[in-house]
């Protein structure tokens, strides 16, 4: 019997040097707070695990009704004009409105250089009736002999202002008419700008390769004034260029 009451206390004091613990089994006191501690941490460590899942929870809805909002938003995309016509390239781009070409007169020296695209409703402001001193705006005609289309010239030229929602970029390449690889052409046609005599500033766009005249516009009063571009050796390289040639272009879309 001695025997065995010294074996149980070598197990007992072997159990408790393990557990790297200085309490005695017997003692139901040290028991009872050990197990209360315990009981505390689980309490505290489930409403971590509570918490958490709730933080979780509330991050997943954010992203979810941003998500949402985003999904109704219209998509990013790209707007370029098409000059020369009243549509837009179809497949690759929509409408946004349709209008008159227009810009500064070519004999004023102190016109704007940029075209515009007027739309076809305009919304006059409160100075619409303002006296002061301006800059004046007219609507644009083809000057040429053919080349913007036969029996163009004089007329008035038509604009659309278009939007590709699948593309975010817009490239305008002047003396090509077939997009680099990995662009999607928009559409091609020929360079034009302002006659190099005149004395107004003008830009380089690119004129739809089959213009369209805009019935119902007054013949050759002049006012903005689109002419083809020639290539001039020199400076420019000459091959791959050859002298005094009407330059293509083509709208690119990526």
Known sequence: MVGFSVLFLCVQYTIVRSA???ILLSDPDSLNRQIIDLQAQYVQLQATINEEKLKSS???QQLRDTLASLSVRPAGGATFVRWGHK???VNVSSLVYTGFAGGSHYAHPG???SPVCLPTEPLWGQHKDAVDDSGFMYGAEYEDHGLFGKDSSN???PCAVCRSPAHSS???IPGRNVCYSGWTEAYQGDLASGYYAHPAPSENVCMDQS?????GGSANQDGKLFYGVRSVCGSLRCPPYENNKFLSCVVCLQ
């Open 170 to 172: 817009i490239l305008m």
């Open 87 to 89: 549509d837009c390239p």
């Open 111 to 113: 016109g704007a250089a």
């Open 211 to 215: 213009p369209q005249p805009l019935f």
């Open 155 to 157: 007329e008035d030229v």
């Open 20 to 22: 790297d613990r200085r």
């Open 58 to 60: 509330t991050e997943i």
